[in-house]
Nanobody
Framework: QERLVESGGGSVQAGGSLRLSCADS????????VGWFRQAPGKEREGVAF???????TYEDSVKGRFTISKGPVKNTMTLQIDNLKPEDTGVYYC????????WGQGTQVTVIS
């Protein structure tokens, strides 16, 4: 069964940066539109950044200019560079297809300390 594994989270001060990584056991990251999703405490999971197979990116309004999604650096991986972290960025971050999701991974926890 295809597996997604997220990593790179941590606890950081507001204004800091993190680089999240997603590794796929198969080739979903290169064949499909994929993205990063965030689940804040007590809230539903929401998409925050997406990238198409051709490299076109879109972002949720609150993260524009601070989040950068990209594929690589090696095959079947994807990263999310997060700069100028804000307390409201706190949550568990997951990667998956933009739609028609495959089984969710464990996610990686991001905690921003104000």
């Amino acid at each position: 069964q295809e597996r997604l594994v997220e990593s790179g989270g941590g606890s950081v001060q507001a204004g800091g940066s993190l680089r999240l990584s997603c590794a796929d056991s198969e080739d979903t990251l290169y064949k499909y539109c994929v993205g990063w999703f965030r689940q804040a405490p007590g809230k539903e999971r929401e998409g925050v950044a997406f990238i198409t197979p051709f490299g076109y990116t879109t972002y949720e309004d609150s993260v524009k200019g601070r989040f950068t999604i990209s594929k690589g650096p090696v095959k079947n991986t994807m990263t999310l560079q997060i700069d100028n972290l804000k307390p409201e960025d706190t949550g568990v971050y997951y990667c998956n297809r933009c739609e028609d999701y495959i089984p969710w991974g464990q996610g990686t926890q991001v905690t921003v300390i104000s």
